[in-house]
């Protein structure tokens, strides 16, 4: 309920919490996700898999059970509503690129995992990896000093532990403080765009970087044709201006956010933060 500042809102406590990890990486790169039975955490470097009340239904094991000699870290968890199944990945740097695991079945505890750790290759180191469902792909961004800095991976193959081809794509006309970390879409629900839809990608562009006179975002659109793989191609940027922003404050350092005691937050900026959730209505898209 909105108060009587226009400012605040009235928030409802959450309805559970339960503490996931305790880790000592800095930074401990948290993620997770949630399916109908289950909760997936993830972080440097380690994995554990929780059910809906929040009780543990495996051990914290390492990243490197899934992907065996490689526990590098930064990983992302995603669910895929439309398959339901749990995706859990992490970059790679031998060589330079990313492995995905992808759950056999609904339950991620029993039904074993489609491992591939070869073949999604990126030139540079891709840092910072986000991933999005969508249509009959899974979308990958990275901040990454190659040309390429978005990539596509067959969901429909990966779904059934088959070879998957994979694309990369350039983003025309980007422009960053040093920071790249665009977003693709990703679906929320199980509510998937067709086939051959193109996919979104978003960036935010700060009128404090070079190159950039006016606040906005930039939309792309990266068509994956999954049948002539070298058909796909990535669109001009759409311009959206924006209400005036910052981006980029306090000389653009790591844990910027002073605390009572312990580690300062790390406040991330230039950055689309993961996921930019995308959903189909009978009139619109969201």
């Not at 404090?208 to 068509?223: E, F, I, N, P, Q």
Request: charged fraction near 10%; aromatic fraction near 12%; hydrophobic fraction near 35%.
């Amino acid at each position: 309920q909105l108060q009587n500042d226009a400012n605040q809102w009235r928030m409802q406590p959450p309805i559970l919490t339960f503490e996931t990890t305790t880790s000592t990486a800095t930074p401990s790169d948290p993620t997770g996700a949630v399916g109908p039975n289950h909760y997936v955490a993830a972080w440097n470097t380690s994995f554990r898999i929780f059910d809906k009340s929040g009780m543990p239904l495996t051990p914290a094991a390492s990243l490197g059970t899934l992907f065996p000699g490689n526990a590098i870290g930064d990983p992302i968890v995603f669910y895929d509503a439309a398959a339901d199944r749990f995706v859990i990945t992490e970059f790679d740097n031998s060589p330079n690129g990313f492995n995905v695991a992808v759950s056999q079945g609904p339950d991620p505890v029993t039904s074993g995992w489609h491992i591939y750790t070869t073949g999604f290759t990126t030139g540079s180191f891709p840092d910072y990896t986000k991933f999005s469902v969508w249509a009959d792909t899974y979308m990958v961004t990275a901040n990454i000093g190659a040309s390429n800095r978005v990539f596509a991976i067959e969901r429909n193959e990966m779904l059934n532990g088959d070879p998957s081809q994979f694309v990369a794509l350039p983003l025309p006309a980007l422009v960053t403080s040093g920071f790249y970390s665009p977003q693709a879409f990703h679906t929320t629900d199980n509510q998937l765009a067709p086939n051959g839809t193109p996919a979104p990608i978003v960036y935010m562009q700060d009128d404090a970087w070079g190159g950039v006179s006016t606040d906005h975002l930039k939309v792309w659109s990266a068509t994956i044709d999954w049948v002539t793989p070298g058909n796909s191609s990535m669109s001009a940027a759409q311009v959206i201006n924006t209400v005036p922003f910052t981006g980029v404050f306090d000389g653009g350092s790591f844990s910027n956010l002073s605390q009572p005691g312990g580690p300062d937050i790390d406040c991330l900026q230039a950055t689309i933060m993961n996921q930019a959730q995308y959903r189909r209505f009978g009139t619109h898209n969201s």
